[in-house]
């Protein structure tokens, strides 16, 4: 009986508490901002999801009690993801981001719906009043991190752990050995595809596959550290992707590519607020700070960094394109000219293998 | 010492009482779980099982994600009531997504009222032929159908992601795996303006009723339910083994292709690499949750999709983590389990026998 008591006590008591903060929502004039996230895998995955996690928490730090924001974890890319923005939309949030491709559709249904709602939808191509799109040029990150590779592989093949034969990764694979190519035209990338962003245990058996078959440096562009931590025990190096990976792979990791979408994240929200936010399609790369770098690990030779600064600073300045010719597809037919540049939407659509890429492109 | 000795007569009321009891014990822990926290208990139950459900809007979603679960469940449980072990009924899903959808994608901008037909019952051949395989080699070869069914899951998987990649993919779409939308005329009517909630709702209740008539009151039904718990009296009673196996299969195939159809042309719209976070899976839980019984599906299913809606909302105002929702399914089937245990066994302390 007497637990029954205070069952119900507590109870009453939430209850009350529930009722209280209903009405204190309505009698506040000055309601913070309210900002949705939604991500595709966990925040704690260390690649992908977290670094828009950081981004969410950059705006909380800029604002502080002037916004509010909420994050969706692990939301699949299907019917599933239409609900979740939707439910965002209806529950006051003014601002929301969605954080992969697969909710492009979605994101763009729930927009019509909810007109006065500003949405950012990250890596896609479809827009609308209220739909910007972002994403930012990894590639370029891919021609540093190429560089590196070139100048450091002793077996001259090079590993690369692929998620989906999509644009993006594509465009990565060339970017990357493009680069690291110029530096060492004998080198050679081999790629697996996974067919997941985030497996822990896929990503590890890739690298292992890869290490045995005699690559001694491994990149990857799936999002979890296990493929460094696999380069690390087995004594080879290899890239970090999305974040600094250095904790998981102190002796492993070279340098990494950071996601860095704090400033974007922190300047949209400032434009939701004081209503200057319009639809845009951003494409941003190191110079921005959106392609962003942690320090170069211990084993880099200075000869190593000297180089790789310089890639950076190239593109940086407009002296280097990371798609600048001559490029050659595998078949060796000539994509651009000495000279030439590939241009941004063949970029956006990419669909070959630059010469230097093992094996075929699945289709 | 405690052991577990068996009922002789396990309670039948008991049986039908436990997925509630466990229900009940779910939402006690759920809620001491809350408390431990520190979060409010009346919140994290307003947000979990009450604010899901309290828009209209909030009622079709729940129909959106629990007809699937029915129409699986339904098939699962009449199936494995044969002792038909069928795990494989995502595969089958998938399988009846990729061939209703490329039948939309076949007649794209034929504005025709055949399409959607087509497409169904596209979709239920293809789930059906997917089923086939474990069926075949069961009855053939007797190979365990929940390996073959299991393993047939992944290749449907690789199938649909090679097919967004290749074959049909959207020619306008910078080469991501992505088809084309559906044109309108491949696209399932709403039953209720501005919601997502399509006929496949009103299909998944008149396939429960289909299963509770087929189950109860035919042949048919009778002798899956003798096969399944007495296989040799069944077979001395002259019901043909091989074809339950057959029948159970098809069945529960043609039900998971046609769920699958109805992901694709109904709140999807398209083919995308997946189509779908495991419904096929989760009916395993919902046809046991169900006590195999269609009606019991129907229940069970409504509870697993609010689960998963509960665990969006409370993620959205709690700000809890996602795992809450994994907690919350894994507490459910482990009590239902539980009380199983407890309903056909009965705990007794040895006494140490004086020699």
Known sequence: MYRKTVLAKKLLAAATGLLLTTFSGILSADDPFKIGFVYVGPVGDHGWTYRHDIGRQAIEAEFGDKVETTFVESVPEGADAERVIRKLASSGHGLIFTTSFGYMNPTVKVAKAFPKVKFEHATGYKRADNVSTYSARFYEGRAVLGTIAGMMTKTNTVGYIASFPIPEVVRGINAFTIAMRKVNPDATVKVVWVNTWYDPGKEADAAKALIDQGVDIVTQHTDSPAPLQVAQERGVMGFGQASDMSAFAPDAQLTSIIDNWDNYYVERARAAMDGSWASEDVWAGIDSGMVDFPEYGAMVPDDVKAAADVIKESIVDGSLHPFQGPIKDQSGKVIAEEGATIDDGTLLGMDFYVEGVQGTLPK | ?355
């Open chain 2, 1 to 355: 010492m405690i052991r577990l000795q068996p009922r002789a007569m396990p309670s039948k009321l008991m049986g039908y009482l436990a997925p509630v009891i466990a229900l009940c014990l779910t939402l006690l822990s759920g809620l001491i779980l809350f408390a431990l926290l520190g979060v409010p208990i009346g919140e994290a139950f307003h947000a979990f099982f009450i604010e899901p459900v309290s828009t209209l809007y909030g009622l079709s979603e729940l129909g959106v994600k629990a007809a699937p679960l029915i129409l699986i469940g339904v098939g699962l449980s009449i199936g494995f009531r044969a002792q038909v072990w069928n795990i494989g009924a995502e595969g089958q899903l998938i399988l009846g997504g990729i061939c209703g959808g490329a039948v939309a994608l076949y007649f794209y901008e034929v504005e025709a009222w055949y399409v959607l037909p087509l497409m169904m019952l596209a979709g239920v051949i293809g789930g059906m032929l997917w089923a086939a395989i474990p069926a075949l080699l069961k009855t053939r070869f007797n190979a365990n159908e929940i390996l073959t069914s299991l393993m047939l899951t992944y290749v449907a998987g690789l199938l649909l992601s090679f097919l967004v990649h290749g074959a049909l993919r959207d020619p306008d779409g910078y080469n991501f795996p992505e088809s084309r939308l559906f044109h309108d005329a491949a696209l399932l009517p709403v039953i209720m303006e501005g919601t997502r909630l399509h006929i496949g709702a009103i299909v998944a209740v008149f396939v429960v009723v289909a299963g509770w008539v087929l189950l109860s009151r035919t042949m048919l039904g009778f002798a899956l339910k003798v096969n399944g718990a007495a296989p040799r009296a069944g077979a001395y009673a002259g019901f043909g083994q091989k074809r339950l196996i057959w029948f159970s299969l098809l069945f529960t195939g043609g039900l998971a292709g046609l769920a699958g159809l109805f992901e694709v042309a109904g709140p999807i719209g398209q083919l995308l690499p997946t189509i779908s976070p495991g419904y096929g899976f989760t009916a395993i839980i919902v046809a046991f949750l169900g006590r195999l019984h269609p009606v019991g599906v129907l229940f069970a299913g409504l509870v697993m999709a609010l689960s998963y809606l509960g665990g969006e909302s409370a993620q959205i105002t709690l700000n809890l983590p996602v795992a809450v929702t994994g907690v919350f399914q894994g507490l459910l089937l482990f009590f239902l389990l539980a009380t199983d245990v407890l309903i056909n066994f009965k705990i007794v302390r040895n006494v140490r026998r004086q020699l």
